[in-house]
């Protein structure tokens, strides 16, 4: 065959197999057998074996798999992906959305969806073509999952339509109830343990390193969130519409998986609906998502560090299993805070066997009434983590012992202490606790902190056993050769883990003041006292009152903040730390330092479309220069950055409020003095 014309018949065959693809996965309604499929795809597998260089690379032959991954490269999210706030009452969904409406003032139109019960995913287009298909992660970073998605039918390799030039869609793997039934009929035959519930199958799934085995566990996709630049509409339901016609698996209307509504009755009215109907699906959802519609409107509800204040799931009622307690232990954690942990006679609960489950604290023990070979109801909160939440009093037998909660901690025997006001127990041995050392060595080294490459938990306690570390700055000195000593390793992991620390000395002050593991002091809190006080020195000297006037720093984080520098053997370590060349100030380079910060003090709001800049890069120059970027206006705000298409809302509330509206060749002209 001439070039040419395989080139043609390349392109005609992977057109053609891509709507093949479309109308059986998403569409449900085939117009071929799957014989017919597998032999238009086996002569396109031909064609590109025999003319390698017309493979295109989005070819509907990468759905059969076949590339091995030996390590997901971390992607660092464009967006981040955070997760929803979760409610477990429709008291707390009336709540949202009387809190929605009162922030807003106005009548909300709300879209209601189900909770998809599988992995997230974030799947990014660029001319139509699939790119890159990153998981959650920690909501910063996630792993490069591509050639693995690349294997599932309803996920489009190619779309069709008037798509944006560039954008991300964000969804939900799941593994079907059939392929979790057809996978586990396939262990058992083959006497291989089965899978235990089709979420962690589908996690697992997509993390395999062989994207062949991927292809054939028969993943599916539902999309259900767009982000980008140039989004078609200006709703979340109108987006999905769009996306739907491009050839994405988005909820369906006609079958009731997604809804509009202006109401509270119409919300409770679809939970209704599904909390009746979810067993019926051919997958498993736990909940329903509640969204703000309109854009504008969820930009002015804006975000907590967690997740957006515009949207919330509410979790179905959890089953329930009955068994046998046979004892308490307690775990000491990071901070030191004591979690009493049930011991139970072993349960299957939604599909997982439960021997363990959490009992907070002292209160709740007492509120139960809790006795040793009590029989208790259990059920895992959000359908994750079990927790003991009832017992049957009527069932408690004679031989029953009353729980003594513990007084000294059951790791290094210090005295407990409980703080007025506070729900859990501490051991104040922070220093001497083994846990408490580990657990902050782990935290130290995990990616949102000192992101150290090689290190796990694993090794952080061979290490501090053997006793080559006995806190983070332990890190900075540790010896090679020692550490080749131990068990399980070897040069290349010696190698991998002295670099991982050397590198470690790059990281940005704001990231280190987190890691060093003050209590209270999350990523975002460590970020706002390192822009406000630039270095260690500065936040150890600091006041009392000086602690409180940083923008939302409370009482608590102050006192915490002063109590960490109080403490001697923390000084020493913060000493070390930078003796060892990590970053303990804000540097900036010389660019930077000589800048005029002419937004220092102000409160920015950015609002509509821009062309000189992306709103990302809007608002790191609004930081850059001094500025502070707020989601929604109110009487504080000094001014609007306004673009093209704002909403008729916010021009309504900026004009009621008086707030400045600034165009962008106005701000352009306002930073240039910097």
Same mark, same amino acid.
Request: hydrophobic share 35%.
């Given at each position: 065959?001439?070039?040419?014309?395989?080139?043609?018949?390349?392109?005609?065959?992977?057109?053609?197999?891509?709507?093949?693809?479309?109308?059986?996965?998403?569409?449900?309604?085939?117009?071929?057998?799957?014989?017919?499929?597998?032999?238009?795809?086996?002569?396109?597998?031909?064609?590109?074996?025999?003319?390698?260089?017309?493979?295109?690379?989005?070819?509907?032959?990468?759905?059969?798999?076949?590339?091995?991954?030996?390590?997901?490269?971390?992607?660092?999210?464009?967006?981040?992906?955070?997760?929803?706030?979760?409610?477990?009452?429709?008291?707390?969904?009336?709540?949202?959305?009387?809190?929605?409406?009162?922030?807003?003032?106005?009548?909300?139109?709300?879209v209601?969806?189900?909770?998809?019960?599988?992995?997230?995913?974030?799947?990014?287009?660029?001319?139509?073509?699939?790119?890159?298909?990153?998981?959650?992660?920690?909501?910063?970073?996630g792993?490069?999952?591509t050639? +693995?998605?690349?294997?599932?039918?309803?996920?489009?390799?190619?779309?069709?339509?008037?798509?944006?030039?560039?954008?991300?869609?964000?969804?939900?793997?799941?593994?079907?109830?059939?392929?979790?039934?057809?996978?586990?009929?396939?262990?058992?035959?083959?006497?291989?343990?089965?899978?235990?519930?089709?979420?962690?199958?589908?996690?697992?799934?997509?993390?395999?390193?062989?994207s062949?085995?991927?292809?054939?566990?028969?993943?599916?996709?539902?999309?259900?969130?767009?982000?980008?630049?140039?989004?078609?509409?200006?709703?979340?339901?109108?987006?999905?519409?769009?996306?739907?016609?491009?050839?994405?698996?988005?909820?369906?209307?006609?079958?009731?998986?997604?809804?509009?509504?202006?109401?509270?009755?119409?919300?409770?009215?679809?939970?209704?609906?599904?909390?009746?109907?979810?067993?019926?699906?051919?997958?498993?959802?736990?909940?329903?998502?509640?969204?703000?519609?309109?854009?504008?409107r969820?930009?002015?509800?804006?975000?907590?560090?967690?997740?957006?204040?515009?949207?919330?799931?509410?979790?179905?009622?959890?089953?329930?299993?009955?068994?046998?307690?046979?004892s308490?232990?307690?775990q000491?954690?990071?901070?030191?805070?004591?979690?009493?942990?049930?011991?139970?006679?072993?349960?299957?609960?939604?599909?997982?066997?439960?021997?363990?489950?959490?009992?907070?604290n002292?209160?709740?023990?007492?509120?139960?009434?809790?006795?040793i070979?009590?029989?208790?109801?259990?059920?895992?909160?959000?359908?994750?983590?079990p927790?003991?939440?009832?017992?049957?009093?009527?069932?408690?037998?004679?031989?029953?012992?009353k729980?003594?909660?513990?007084?000294?901690?059951?790791?290094?025997?210090?005295?407990?202490?409980?703080?007025?006001?506070?729900? +859990?127990?501490?051991?104040?041995?922070e220093?001497?606790?083994?846990?408490?050392?580990t657990?902050?060595?782990?935290?130290?080294?995990?990616?949102?902190?000192?992101?150290?490459?090689?290190?796990?938990?694993e090794?952080?306690?061979?290490?501090?056993?053997?006793?080559?570390?006995?806190?983070?700055?332990?890190?900075?000195?540790?010896?090679?050769?020692?550490?080749?000593s131990?068990?399980?390793?070897?040069?290349?992991?010696?190698?991998?883990?002295?670099?991982?620390?050397?590198?470690?000395?790059?990281?940005?002050?704001?990231?280190?003041?987190?890691?060093?593991?003050?209590?209270?002091?999350?990523?975002?809190?460590?970020?706002?006292?390192?822009?406000?006080?630039?270095?260690?020195?500065?936040?150890?000297?600091?006041?009392l009152?000086?602690?409180?006037?940083?923008?939302?720093?409370?009482?608590?984080?102050?006192?915490?903040?002063?109590?960490?520098f109080?403490?001697?053997?923390?000084?020493?370590?913060?000493?070390?730390?930078?003796?060892?060349?990590?970053?303990?100030?804000?540097?900036?380079?010389?660019?930077?330092?000589?800048?005029?910060?002419?937004?220092?003090?102000?409160?920015?709001?950015?609002?509509?479309?821009?062309?000189?800049?992306?709103?990302?890069?809007?608002?790191?120059?609004?930081?850059?220069?001094?500025?502070?970027?707020?989601?929604?206006?109110?009487?504080?705000?000094?001014?609007?950055?306004?673009?093209?298409?704002?909403?008729?809302?916010k021009?309504?509330?900026?004009?009621?409020?008086?707030?400045?509206?600034?165009?962008?060749?106005?701000?352009?002209?306002?930073?240039?003095?910097?």
């Amino acid at each position: 065959m001439e070039k040419a014309v395989a080139q043609k018949k390349i392109e005609e065959l992977s057109k053609e197999l891509h709507e093949h693809n479309h109308l059986y996965y998403v569409l449900s309604s085939p117009l071929i057998s799957d014989f017919q499929f597998d032999t238009m795809l086996k002569e396109l597998q031909d064609l590109e074996d025999q003319f390698p260089e017309f493979l295109l690379s989005n070819s509907p032959s990468k759905r059969v798999g076949g590339a091995v991954t030996k390590e997901f490269t971390s992607v660092k999210h464009k967006y981040r992906m955070l997760s929803l706030g979760n409610s477990y009452s429709k008291e707390d969904l009336i709540d949202f959305e009387t809190r929605i409406r009162k922030l807003l003032e106005e009548e909300v139109e709300y879209v209601c969806e189900l909770k998809y019960d599988g992995v997230a995913i974030g799947l990014r287009y660029v001319d139509g073509k699939l790119i890159q298909a990153v998981t959650r992660g920690d909501g910063t970073s996630g792993d490069d999952v591509t050639t +693995n998605v690349q294997t599932i039918g309803s996920v489009p390799l190619e779309l069709k339509g008037d798509y944006p030039k560039e954008f991300e869609i964000r969804g939900e793997i799941f593994m079907p109830l059939k392929a979790f039934e057809k996978l586990n009929k396939e262990k058992a035959k083959a006497g291989e343990p089965l899978m235990a519930n089709p979420r962690n199958t589908a996690s697992g799934t997509i993390k395999m390193q062989s994207s062949k085995i991927v292809a054939k566990r028969g993943l599916d996709c539902y999309l259900y969130y767009m982000l980008g630049e140039e989004l078609p509409t200006d709703t979340h339901f109108g987006n999905l519409e769009k996306a739907g016609e491009w050839g994405f698996k988005v909820p369906n209307v006609s079958d009731r998986m997604i809804e509009k509504t202006n109401s509270i009755e119409g919300i409770l009215d679809f939970i209704n609906f599904w909390d009746d109907k979810r067993k019926d699906l051919p997958f498993e959802v736990d909940g329903v998502v509640i969204k703000v519609n309109r854009h504008d409107r969820q930009q002015r509800l804006g975000f907590t560090s967690k997740s957006p204040r515009w949207a919330i799931s509410y979790k179905f009622e959890t089953e329930q299993a009955v068994t046998s307690l046979n004892s308490v232990s307690y775990q000491v954690g990071r901070t030191g805070a004591l979690t009493p942990v049930a011991n139970l006679e072993p349960v299957s609960l939604l599909g997982t066997t439960v021997k363990r489950a959490s009992l907070h604290n002292k209160d709740q023990i007492e509120k139960l009434d809790l006795y040793i070979k009590d029989q208790v109801f259990v059920e895992k909160g959000g359908e994750i983590i079990p927790k003991v939440v009832g017992v049957n009093k009527s069932a408690r037998p004679d031989s029953a012992i009353k729980i003594d909660y513990i007084t000294e901690c059951p790791e290094c025997e210090t005295e407990l202490v409980r703080k007025e006001g506070e729900a +859990n127990h501490y051991c104040p041995n922070e220093n001497g606790c083994p846990p408490q050392i580990t657990g902050k060595i782990e935290h130290f080294i995990s990616r949102k902190a000192m992101n150290i490459d090689g290190l796990g938990g694993e090794t952080v306690e061979q290490f501090f056993k053997a006793g080559l570390i006995n806190n983070i700055a332990d890190l900075y000195s540790l010896d090679p050769l020692k550490m080749i000593s131990l068990d399980r390793m070897a040069d290349k992991s010696v190698n991998k883990i002295i670099k991982g620390v050397r590198e470690s000395l790059s990281i940005p002050f704001e990231q280190v003041l987190f890691a060093i593991g003050i209590r209270f002091v999350g990523s975002t809190v460590a970020k706002t006292l390192a822009k406000y006080f630039k270095n260690i020195q500065n936040i150890k000297n600091a006041t009392l009152e000086e602690l409180i006037n940083v923008d939302e720093i409370g009482d608590k984080i102050a006192e915490s903040v002063q109590e960490f520098f109080i403490d001697d053997k923390n000084l020493e370590i913060v000493n070390r730390l930078t003796e060892a060349g990590v970053q303990m100030a804000i540097i900036e380079t010389e660019e930077e330092a000589n800048l005029v910060k002419v937004l220092e003090g102000k409160s920015i709001v950015v609002s509509g479309v821009f062309y000189q800049f992306s709103r990302d890069e809007l608002k790191k120059t609004i930081e850059k220069y001094g500025g502070k970027n707020v989601g929604s206006i109110s009487k504080k705000t000094t001014f609007i950055v306004a673009g093209d298409k704002m909403g008729p809302s916010k021009l309504e509330k900026a004009a009621k409020l008086g707030v400045q509206l600034v165009s962008e060749e106005e701000f352009i002209a306002m930073i240039s003095e910097g």
